[in-house]
């Protein structure tokens, strides 16, 4: 079975500063998805941001970027610009292609300092 | 475009009593999922409906938890009797067919078993 890692329950950054928060994740698949969540406290989870395997660019959107190592199956978000919005609970999720299931991590708290 | 609706947003019950969650998907969504979302830990799909017929239940506790789509539209989760260890926050999400990868979530609704 699939599972995803977070080993970071809590980051903190200061406003304007760049933070990363890890993800790795098993599988023995080839064809799947990754994905970043954003989770406020209004509890609306959030698409922040999509990588498909298949692909070796690194998706980007906006302040926020992922560092995808395939081989290592690593899948890290990295936030530019830190902004007092961006606090929130981020999850790692992945589907593996084919199927419609997403597995989550457990999360990482994100908190931003004015 | 609306989102995913869901009601109601909080429920405070005691347990063995019962309690009934409605969710109304995005227009043209035929796949729904129920997700069972633990304090502290990420999203467990609990349920997945594509139009009106069950694909996965492989973690619904049915002894307990029950859950319709009539009309391949709206879905109500059921749990009879209620435990503690239900007190979770219940999330609701749709995809069109065949892209669990474009899954939308709803702002859930928080539940209290005391």
């Known amino acids: 079975a699939q599972t995803v890692t977070q080993s970071q329950p809590e980051m903190s950054v200061q406003e304007a500063e760049t933070v990363t928060l890890s993800c790795t994740y098993d599988t023995s698949e080839s064809d799947y998805y990754l994905f970043w969540y954003k989770q406020p406290p209004s509890r609306q989870m959030i698409l922040v941001i999509r990588?498909?395997?298949?692909?070796?660019q690194n998706a980007t959107e906006n302040r926020f970027s992922v560092n995808f190592q395939k081989a290592a199956k690593s899948f890290s978000l990295k936030i530019s610009d830190s902004q007092l919005g961006d606090a929130a609970m981020y999850f790692c999720?992945?589907?593996?292609?084919?199927?419609?299931?997403?597995?989550f991590g457990k999360g990482t708290k994100l908190t931003v300092n004015p | 475009e609306a989102g995913v609706a869901q009601s109601p947003r909080y429920k405070i019950i005691e347990k063995r009593q019962s309690v009934a969650f409605w969710c109304n998907p995005i227009s043209g969504h035929a796949t729904l999922y129920w997700y069972q979302q633990i304090l502290g830990q990420g999203p467990k799909l609990l349920i997945q409906?594509?139009?009106?017929?069950?694909?996965?239940d492989s973690q619904l506790p049915k002894d307990r938890f029950s859950a319709e789509r009539l009309k391949g539209v709206d879905s109500t989760l059921k749990i009879q009797p209620a435990k503690l260890e239900d007190s979770a926050v219940y999330l609701c999400?749709?995809?069109?067919?065949?892209?669990?990868?474009?899954?939308?979530f709803g702002p859930g609704t928080r539940l209290t078993v005391t």
């Open positions: 990588q498909e395997a298949y692909k070796q």
């Open positions: 409906f594509q139009n009106n017929g069950v694909v996965d």
């Open positions: 999400a749709s995809s069109p067919p065949g892209q669990g990868y474009e899954q939308y």
């Open positions: 999720a992945y589907n593996q292609g084919g199927s419609e299931k997403l597995v």
